[in-house]
């Protein structure tokens, strides 16, 4: 539901976090631990997202020939480093939500609140000192977005281009990392078209088939998606049909 919400909503990618909460709240569970596990969830996407992206570069930079260079793409990835580091650190020990509820608390007239945050602030404490589960949760997201990569091999062998799978998974961690930075852009119309007509001229990818390629990974996301947006509607309609009292 929630990948549905992020990539075919307006929601600039974190919309689908408020539906996922708002749907877990509906069965019983308390809001300051579901928000907890849905923010480190986000978390756990960063740093495996970081994870795929250093994966792709170095592979790219063992295919490139000596006329290459890809330097900066090197560049980019050792200065974007501090950021996932960043995020994990001031979830563990910044306090981050009692803070700007002490900040932004009165300039919007929200009082009773800092109680809720500082709550929110232990809950993320106690899930990140969850070590194991952390690595274990992480390394399935790390495969998740490698099995990605069969969707950009698949798609190329269906269109008559079949390349081996480590220029897909160059491809595809690339592409991930231009769409999670250009997370404003809704869908992220034209930023998939462009990274995928870019990093297919490095294999010989014409804009044509790249465009292709583009259309296809769309099409998954709406036979996945629309289902589940369906779903979700069917859900809230229901109870409107059926007032109670709402958990928030």
Known sequence: MREAVDRLLPVASVGGAFVGVRLLRWRGLPGVAVSATVIIEVLLTVVALYLFTALGVLI??????????????????VLALPLPVLLALLLRYGSVFRRLAQLLGPLIGLTGVSAGAAALDEALRACLRRRPALMFAGALQLLA????????????????????????????????ALRHAAFMVPAALGVQEAGLILLGHAFGISPELALAVSLGKRLRELLCGLPALASWQWLEGRRLRTPREEPW
């Open 60 to 77: 790219l930079l063992g295919m490139a020939t000596p006329g290459q260079q890809y330097r900066r793409l090197l560049a980019a990835l």
């Open 145 to 176: 977005f490698i099995c990605g990569a069969g969707e950009v091999w698949f798609l190329l062998r269906l269109f008559g281009h079949p390349v081996g799978l480590l220029p897909s998974l160059v491809v595809e961690s690339l592409l991930q």
